[in-house]
């Protein structure tokens, strides 16, 4: 288990939600890359230096510092797509090898590196400018259905983390909450939110949803 690359955004136009930037435009970075705790939702702060979000409405924060996508999940959706996908290009600013990122439990802590513990803390929602960065109609769709959204994580110890850096889980809830179980849940299968409230670790705005819909 490892990274294959770590990638920063570099901030471009969005024309698919009417903001000034998006920074979906990800791409691997050579040199180690500071990770720390960025501060709450609305910021635009995220988990590794140099980059950062401009929705800050839905994105960013302690709960959303750093996106994970394994490399394997992309080359699923590589065969699928008929194209390349790089590293990054789902926005993320982790591609992994050899993690199940997806059944990945809610609370879940991975040591990158020597120094970084990362928390995994909820699913990847898709949104217009994902679809549009992609130039697919129905990609949200497509990616709903699928229920391969990679992993949201908050930074529990900071550090720096280069490519090439091994993973470990040091830590495994004792739930069956996973990120995939998250992620159908609130999307296409309602009737399973219940379920996420044994998840101690899931954000507070997604409990409160997630209570919210289950009365």
């Known amino acids: 288990m490892k990274l294959l690359s770590v990638n920063v955004g570099r901030p471009r136009p969005n024309p698919w939600k009417g903001l000034s930037a998006t920074g979906i435009d990800k791409r691997p970075v050579s040199g180690p890359v500071a990770v720390s705790a960025p501060g709450p939702k ?4 995220v988990g590794l230096a140099g980059d950062r979000v401009y929705d800050v409405k839905n994105h960013g ?6 996106y994970a996508y394994a490399r394997e999940d992309l080359d699923t959706w590589q065969a699928e797509l008929g194209r390349p996908l790089a590293n990054g290009v789902f926005g993320e600013n982790l ?3 050899g993690l199940d990122v997806n059944g990945a439990l809610i609370g879940e802590r991975w040591r990158i590196g020597s120094d970084v513990v ?14 549009g960065w992609l130039e697919r109609d129905g990609w949200i769709k497509r990616f709903t259905q699928a229920a391969r959204p990679g992993a949201y994580m908050r930074v529990i110890e900071p550090g720096d983390i280069s490519a090439g850096d091994p993973v470990e889980i040091v830590h495994r809830p004792d739930h069956d909450v996973t990120v995939a179980l998250v992620f159908r849940a609130m999307t296409l299968e309602p009737e399973l939110l219940p379920r996420l409230l044994a998840a101690e670790a899931l954000p507070p705005e997604e409990k409160e949803s997630v209570r919210r819909r289950s009365a």
């Open 118 to 131: 990362l928390e995994v803390s909820c699913a990847r929602i898709p949104c217009g400018t994902f679809q």
């Open 61 to 66: 924060g302690v709960h959303q510092a750093v």
């Open 42 to 45: 609305g910021t635009g702060e």
């Open 95 to 97: 591609t992994t090898l």
